[in-house]
């Protein structure tokens, strides 16, 4: 087991002691056995999200209590990164929008170019004919 486990281990017995409850209730509320309940306590197995989640209920303490700081300090961090990333995102996909719009725009400017050239050219050509009558 990871310190960080054994660090919620050792927080759920501290926090079951001062409230006065038993290993055998905490794991009947649970729907588990005492002793694998007891292994809970004691780092030999993992907590599985939902036990953690209902743990917290039957302890009646958040997560965030559970929690060792510095995995709450990553957590945080993920989280600003996930909404920076989403920023990011969102400007990107303006970005892409706005240069989409500015290529159209320029396409359409060559095209419009491109026939006035040929419109010159043909003018050039008509009075090169006529100059030669």
């Not at 600003?80 to 400017?109: G, R, T």
């Amino acid at each position: 087991m990871n310190q960080y486990q054994a660090e919620i281990s050792s927080r759920i017995k501290k926090i079951r002691v001062s409230k006065g409850f038993s290993q055998e209730y905490i794991s009947y509320n649970l729907g588990i056995s005492q002793a694998t309940y007891n292994k809970i306590e004691n780092n030999k197995i993992s907590l599985k999200l939902n036990t953690f989640i209902t743990l917290c209920k039957i302890l009646e303490v958040s997560a965030f209590e559970l929690i060792p700081e510095n995995i709450r300090v990553d957590f945080l961090y993920i989280k600003a990164s996930h909404e920076e990333l989403k920023n990011e995102v969102i400007f990107l996909k303006q970005l892409v929008s706005d240069l989409s719009k500015q290529n159209k725009m320029l396409i359409k400017s060559r095209e419009s170019r491109g026939e006035k050239i040929k419109q010159l050219k043909d003018e050039i050509r008509r009075l090169q004919l006529e100059a030669q009558s």
